[in-house]
C-alpha cells in the first residue's frame, strides 16, 4: 500500500499526529531516527487504523503517495535542517514537506526558499494543543504554497479541531513564513493570558485573602461568563488541586519560577524589530525571566513594602467582581497586541493574512481556545481593516464599562504592593492610545537638544532644528 501521508519524528507530538490521521482514515507512513520507536507505535496503536512502517528514509519516502506528503515532527533548528538535508534528495517536483514544529518564521522562510528551487513545497505549520490537540484535533497553522494547501488542506481540516460552529480550525495563513508567524503570535498570546491569570489569582490570594480552593471556586465562575476558555478551566484545576505528600495545596508546593522555551520570546524580539507595542506579552515574559532570578529575589526580601491591609470579608466578593473585569479588559489589550503584530508582519512579508480567519481557527483546540476569540472573529468579519481590536465597537463599550474597576484594582495592587505588570501595562497601552497628547514631544524635545535629531511641527510641514546652544532661534532642517 502507499500511504497518503507520512509522519517522520515519533515523540509524542509525531505519534499522536499520525495517529489522529490514521484515526480519520489515512494511511500513514511512520519514520523515527531509531526504529525501535516506528515499531512500537505499530504494535500499540496498529489497529486504529493503516500505518505503513518505515525502517529508512528510502524506505519512508517510497512508501508514500505522490506528490509525497511528509510531515516533520522533530525539535525545531537544526534538528529540522538535519532532517530536510536527509530527505531533499530523496523528493521530486511537488513533493510537501511539512514542518509542524515551533519553528523560528525567518527558518521556515529561508528553507521555504531553498526546497522551492527544488521544486518542493516546504510548508512551515503551527500546530497548537498540546500532546491532546495533537491526538484529538488541535489547531493547525499552515504557510507555504496555496499548492500545496490544495491537497493538504482538506487532510488538515480532517484532523484539526472544530469550532463550536463546526469549522474546522485550521486556515492557509498565508505564503512562506506566514504560518510559523502566526504560531509564534499564538504563543506570545498564551504567555500574555496565562501571566493575567497569574495576576489575577495573586490579587485574590494577598488582597482579598482568598484559598487556592476558593480561588479556583471563582475561576470556575468566571469559565462560566465571557472569560469562558480552556486556560482558565485548567487554571481552575491547578488551583484546586492537593499535593498528596504535603496535604496542602499543589500550588503552594511548586517553586515559583516559571520557565519557558522561547516562542513567547521571539514574539516580542519580532515586536521590536518591526516597532509594534507588545507590552503585555513583553511583560508576561519578562515576569517569567524575573521569577528565575533566585539570587536577586533573595538578596532584595527586605526591600521596603507597604503595611497590608487585608480586605474584610463584605468588601471580598466585590473585589473579585472588580478582578474579573481587569482580566476581561486586560485580555482585550492583548489580544489587541498580538493582532497588532500580526498584521504588521503580514504588511512586513507580504503575506496578505486574514486576521478574522486566524481569530476564527483560534476558537478550539489550541491552547488559547476561548468563548472570546468568535468575538474577535466578528469584529474582523464586520471589517476587515479594523485599524484595531480596540476600534471595535462592542470591545470600546466592554472596556468603558470595565475601566473604572480596572483602575480600582490596580490602586488596591499598588497600595498592598503586589505585582501586576500585565494588569498595567495593558491599562498604560490603553490610556497612551486613547491620549489627545503624549509627552513624546517632549522627547523629540530632548532628542533634538543632544543630537539635533530634529522634530515637526503641528502647525506647518517639514523638520525643524532649535539651536539650543545658540540663539535658540528655529532653522529648517
Ligand atoms: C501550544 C503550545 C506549545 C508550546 C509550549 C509553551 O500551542 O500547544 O504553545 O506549542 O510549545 O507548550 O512553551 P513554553 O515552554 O515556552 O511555555
Not at 200 to 211: D, I, M, N, P
Not at 218 to 247: K, P
Not at 373 to 387: E, F, N
Not at 400 to 423: I, K, N
Amino acid at each position: 500500500t502507499s500511504a497518503q501521508i507520512g509522519v517522520t519524528g515519533l515523540a509524542v507530538m509525531g505519534r499522536n499526529l499520525a495517529r489522529n490521521f490514521a484515526r480519520n482514515g489515512f494511511s500513514v507512513a511512520v519514520h523515527n531516527r531509531t526504529a525501535a520507536k516506528t515499531r512500537a507505535l505499530v504494535e500499540e496503536f496498529g489497529h486504529e487504523g493503516t500505518f505503513v512502517a518505515a525502517e529508512s528514509a528510502e524506505e519512508f519516502v517510497a512508501a508514500l503517495e505522490r506528490p509525497r506528503r511528509l510531515v516533520v515532527m522533530v525539535k525545531a533548528g537544526e534538528p529540522t535542517d538535519a532532517v530536510i538535508r536527509e530527505f531533499a534528495p530523496l523528493l521530486e517536483p511537488g513533493d510537501m514537506i511539512i514542518d509542524g514544529g515551533n519553528a523560528h518564521f525567518a527558518d521556515t522562510r529561508r528553507r521555504e526558499k531553498e526546497l522551492r528551487e527544488q521544486g518542493i513545497h516546504f510548508v512551515g505549520t503551527g500546530v497548537s494543543g498540546g500532546e491532546e490537540g495533537a491526538l484529538n484535533g488541535p489547531s493547525i497553522m499552515p504557510g507555504g504554497s496555496v499548492e500545496s494547501y490544495a491537497t493538504l488542506g482538506p487532510m488538515l481540516e480532517k484532523i484539526s479541531a472544530k469550532a463550536a460552529d463546526g469549522t474546522p480550525c485550521v486556515t492557509h495563513c498565508g505564503p512562506d513564513g506566514a504560518g510559523h508567524f502566526v504560531k509564534m503570535v499564538h504563543n506570545g498570546i498564551e504567555y500574555a493570558d496565562m501571566q493575567l491569570i497569574a495576576e489575577a489569582y495573586h490579587l485574590l490570594r494577598e488582597v482579598a485573602g482568598y484559598s487556592p480552593a476558593e480561588i479556583a471556586d471563582i475561576f470556575r465562575t468566571w469559565n462560566r461568563g465571557r472569560l469562558d476558555s480552556y486556560l482558565i478551566e485548567i487554571t481552575a484545576e491547578v488551583l484546586s488541586h492537593v499535593d498528596a505528600a504535603t496535604g496542602k495545596p499543589f500550588v503552594d508546593v511548586v517553586q515559583d519560577r516559571a520557565e519557558q522555551k522561547g516562542t513567547g520570546r521571539w514574539t516580542v524580539q519580532i515586536a521590536l524589530d518591526l516597532g509594534v507595542p507588545v507590552s503585555g506579552i513583553a511583560e508576561a515574559v519578562f515576569a517569567r525571566s524575573l521569577s528565575g532570578h533566585t539570587a536577586l529575589r533573595e538578596a532584595s526580601r527586605d526591600l521596603a513594602g507597604p503595611t497590608a491591609q487585608p480586605l474584610g470579608e463584605a468588601e471580598k466578593a466585590a473585589f473579585a467582581d472588580q478582578v474579573e473585569q481587569a482580566l476581561y479588559a486586560s485580555k482585550i489589550v492583548s489580544y489587541t497586541q498580538g493582532f497588532h503584530e500580526i498584521q504588521a508582519g503580514s504588511e512586513e512579508y507580504g503575506w496578505d493574512i486574514d486576521l478574522g480567519a486566524v481569530a476564527a481557527i483560534w476558537r478550539g483546540g489550541c491552547i488559547i481556545r476561548a468563548a472570546f476569540l468568535d468575538r474577535i472573529r466578528a469584529a474582523y468579519d464586520a471589517r476587515a481593516d479594523l485599524p484595531s481590536l480596540l476600534s471595535d465597537k462592542g470591545f470600546a463599550e466592554e472596556i468603558a464599562t470595565a475601566q473604572d474597576d480596572w483602575r480600582a484594582v490596580l490602586v488596591a495592587a499598588t497600595q498592598q504592593g503586589v505585582p501586576t505588570p500585565g494588569f498595567s501595562a495593558a491599562l498604560a497601552y490603553y490610556d497612551a492610545l486613547r491620549a489627545e497628547r503624549l509627552p513624546a514631544a517632549l522627547t523629540q524635545g530632548q532628542r533634538d537638544f543632544f543630537g539635533a535629531h530634529t522634530y515637526r511641527r503641528t502647525d506647518r510641514e517639514g523638520s525643524f532644528h532649535t539651536l539650543w546652544g545658540g540663539d535658540r532661534s528655529e532653522v529648517e532642517a
